[in-house]
Each structure stands twice: as C-alpha cells, then as structure tokens.
C-alpha cells in the first residue's frame, strides 16, 4: 500500500473549497437577519421614545 500525501492534500483543499463557500453564504444570511432584527428593535425605542417625547 503506497501512500500519497500529495493526494491526501489535494482531497482536504478540494474539501475546503466546496465548504468554505457554503460556510459563508449561510453565515452572512444569518448575520443579515440579526441585523435586521437588532435594526427593528432599535427603530421600535426611538419610536417609543419619540411618542413619549410629543405627549
């Protein structure tokens, strides 16, 4: 049995290379809806603060 560790190198950086990608399409997806939730909650006490402020 002869073990190559060029072969061995080339199926990790094939792996990474298909990983990675998804890694980070699915990680700025759930950052986008974080922000956008801490967006709407911010935007909810400047609105509360604005009403209590005209009352």
């Known amino acids: 049995m002869n073990f190559h560790w060029g072969d061995v190198l080339y199926q990790v950086i094939s792996l990474v ?4 990608p998804i890694g980070l399409i699915v990680y ?3 950052e ?3 922000r956008k939730r ?3 909650r911010i935007e909810e006490k400047v609105d509360a603060i604005q009403r209590n ?3």
Not at 17 to 20: A, E, G, N, S
């Open 17 to 20: 290379i298909l990983v990675v």
């Open 28 to 30: 700025f997806i759930r």
């Open 38 to 40: 801490q967006l709407n």
């Open 53 to 55: 402020r005209d009352e």
């Open 32 to 34: 986008s809806f974080r």
